[in-house]
Nanobody
Framework: QVQVVESGGGFVQAGGSLKLSCAAS????????LRWFRQTPGNERELVAV???????TYAASVKGRFTISRGGAGISVYLEMHNLKPEDTAVYYC??????????????WGQGTQVTVSS
């Protein structure tokens, strides 16, 4: 069984910073990528940032230059540093592990989400 757990969300004023963390454990085949998504009510989940096994990263245009995705040194972990936050960054942020092979239900490769709220 796979477990993916996010932490670090919270409430911050516009212009502030937050750092999200994600740790995954369980039976996970080689990792193709680690990803952060976000979702607001009534909208589809949006890809925010991805870091591939090569180390290459990609960001959504709306966060480029403000957010940084990085992998942790131990185990399967990924971070999302968010700076100069804007009210439109308010969302539930989800961590997702993309393995080369899924074992069991793919939904278990997603975290439960962590709320980020940015006030104006």
């Amino acid at each position: 069984q796979v477990q993916v757990v996010e932490s670090g969300g919270g409430f911050v004023q516009a212009g502030g910073s937050l750092k999200l963390s994600c740790a995954a454990s369980g039976i996970i085949a080689n990792i193709k990528a680690l990803r952060w998504f976000r979702q607001t009510p009534g909208n589809e989940r949006e890809l925010v940032a991805v870091i591939r096994d090569s180390g290459d990263t990609t960001y959504a245009a709306s966060v480029k230059g403000r957010f940084t995705i990085s992998r942790g040194g131990a185990g399967i972990s990924v971070y999302l540093e968010m700076h100069n936050l804007k009210p439109e960054d308010t969302a539930v942020y989800y961590c997702s592990v993309l393995p080369t092979t899924y074992y069991g239900d793919p939904s278990q490769y997603w975290g439960q989400g962590t709320q980020v709220t940015v006030s104006s």
